[in-house]
């Protein structure tokens, strides 16, 4: 069945998989729901969008994401409240940020009514698959690839946009142990840092692995010139209390603008807690660490909210993380979780609700 809506072509799925999934028990990113939001670029231009069943896709193999790594992506939520009604949080940041990553790999930048009317019209179709309940949420992957098959090295004439989702559950999300990065980067001045772009992701995984092969979950990430500076946590940004004060970095190339930190950085004004913007070095925390001082360390993001390190490691030097009991990483949690799932009031105007 093909029907159009707001210029949308919408062909609907004869069937639903919903039965076949156990809300209860979800591994993260492997489910997807009955349909996908399409659009390719063209001739200069972005053509008629389409939902479909969420299905494979074929491409060339010359195609040049395969080769060249051209390909953005972004990472949100949709929330359901108790009474059914659908929301998004902050997306016109998103929806910017694409487009912010896009440019940076010569990719074209995606019309906003497009996003918004594709977005908000697939969620509508598989309503079914947002559950209401504080920390449920439909995880929504919007992304962008280079499908002309040609494999000379330079930009594509031909991009796919596409939008898929993922139900996720609420979980509770142990504390990490990490280590600070001492050779590898996650990213450089002048490079593609604060892009999501898929490669940034492709280059973490061997270094990464290398730090799980010690114990540790993840690498805090500190500058490519110095490491000297502590930047991001894992694909998280992050954030660290010294006493009562919060310190985080300040957004430049190498860091991603996260939704998350910035929504952290204003909750942490409207409850009163003092948080600096500003470079933060290893010794500063080493030092905070053995003087008592350093009573938080988490990072931060659309996925898993907020997630507590509890010890960190620099050269041979292994630093525990003891809880406190007034935690602010899990009162900015619960904060934004009330503000995502409609529960509490919404004084930045955070919400979107999907009508
Ligand atoms: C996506 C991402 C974040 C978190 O951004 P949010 O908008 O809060 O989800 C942080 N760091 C990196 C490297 C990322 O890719």
Same mark, same amino acid.
């Given at each position: 069945?093909?029907?159009?809506?707001?210029?949308?072509?919408?062909?609907?799925?004869?069937?639903? %998989?919903?039965?076949?999934?156990?809300?209860?028990?979800?591994?993260?990113?492997?489910?997807?729901?009955?349909?996908?939001?399409?659009?390719?670029?063209?001739?200069?231009?972005?053509?008629?969008?389409?939902?479909?069943?969420?299905?494979?896709?074929?491409?060339?193999?010359?195609?040049?994401?395969?080769?060249?790594?051209?390909?953005?992506?972004?990472?949100?939520?949709?929330?359901?409240?108790?009474?059914?009604?659908?929301?998004?949080?902050?997306?016109?940041?998103?929806?910017?940020?694409?487009?912010?990553?896009?440019?940076?790999?010569?990719?074209?930048?995606?019309?906003?009514?497009?996003?918004?009317?594709?977005?908000?019209?697939?969620?509508?179709?598989?309503?079914?698959?947002?559950?209401?309940?504080?920390?449920?949420?439909?995880?929504?992957?919007?992304?962008?690839?280079?499908?002309?098959?040609?494999?000379?090295?330079?930009?594509?004439?031909?991009?796919?946009?596409?939008?898929?989702?993922?139900?996720?559950?609420?979980?509770?999300?142990?504390?990490?142990?990490?280590?600070?990065?001492?050779?590898?980067?996650?990213?450089?001045?002048?490079?593609?840092?604060?892009?999501?772009?898929?490669?940034?992701?492709?280059?973490?995984?061997?270094?990464?692995?290398?730090?799980?092969?010690?114990?540790?979950?993840?690498?805090?990430?500190?500058?490519?010139?110095?490491?000297?500076?502590?930047?991001?946590?894992?694909?998280?940004?992050?954030?660290?209390?010294?006493?009562?004060?919060?310190?985080?970095?300040?957004?430049?190339?190498?860091?991603?603008?996260?939704?998350?930190?910035?929504?952290?950085?204003?909750?942490?004004?409207?409850?009163?807690?003092?948080?600096?913007?500003?470079?933060?070095?290893?010794?500063?925390?080493?030092?905070?660490?053995?003087?008592?001082?350093? %009573?938080?360390?988490?990072?931060?993001?659309?996925?898993?909210?907020?997630?507590?390190?509890?010890?960190?490691?620099?050269?041979?030097?292994?630093?525990?993380? %003891?809880?406190?009991?007034?935690?602010?990483?899990?009162?900015?949690?619960?904060?934004?979780?009330?503000?995502?799932?409609?529960?509490?009031?919404?004084?930045?105007?955070?919400?979107?609700?999907?009508?």
């Amino acid at each position: 069945m093909a029907i159009h809506a707001d210029n949308i072509v919408v062909e609907t799925s004869e069937t639903s %998989k919903i039965n076949n999934v156990d809300f209860s028990n979800l591994d993260f990113g492997r489910v997807f729901t009955d349909h996908m939001f399409v659009c390719d670029y063209e001739n200069g231009a972005w053509q008629t969008p389409k939902i479909m069943p969420y299905q494979s896709l074929t491409f060339e193999p010359s195609a040049r994401v395969f080769h060249y790594g051209q390909a953005v992506f972004e990472g949100m939520k949709a929330y359901k409240d108790d009474d059914g009604k659908i929301f998004l949080f902050r997306p016109k940041q998103n929806f910017d940020r694409i487009n912010k990553s896009a440019a940076r790999l010569a990719m074209p930048e995606f019309p906003e009514d497009y996003f918004f009317n594709g977005l908000e019209t697939l969620l509508k179709l598989d309503n079914e698959w947002i559950k209401s309940g504080v920390g449920n949420s439909l995880y929504l992957r919007p992304f962008v690839i280079a499908t002309e098959p040609a494999i000379s090295a330079s930009p594509a004439n031909s991009y796919k946009f596409i939008i898929i989702c993922s139900p996720a559950k609420s979980y509770y999300n142990s504390a990490v142990r990490v280590l600070i990065a001492e050779q590898f980067s996650r990213s450089a001045d002048g490079g593609v840092g604060y892009a999501k772009a898929a490669g940034n992701y492709a280059a973490q995984f061997y270094p990464t692995s290398l730090a799980q092969a010690q114990g540790f979950q993840q690498i805090i990430w500190t500058d490519a010139n110095t490491h000297k500076y502590l930047e991001e946590a894992g694909t998280m940004n992050v954030f660290f209390r010294i006493n009562d004060k919060l310190i985080t970095a300040p957004n430049n190339d190498r860091i991603l603008d996260g939704v998350t930190r910035k929504s952290v950085i204003q909750l942490a004004s409207d409850l009163g807690i003092d948080c600096e913007v500003r470079q933060i070095t290893v010794e500063e925390i080493k030092t905070a660490a053995r003087e008592g001082s350093l %009573k938080e360390v988490f990072g931060v993001g659309t996925a898993a909210v907020i997630s507590p390190v509890s010890a960190f490691q620099h050269q041979d030097e292994l630093f525990e993380i %003891k809880d406190v009991e007034d935690s602010y990483g899990k009162l900015f949690k619960q904060t934004l979780l009330n503000i995502q799932h409609n529960v509490t009031e919404d004084v930045h105007g955070w919400r979107h609700e999907v009508k």
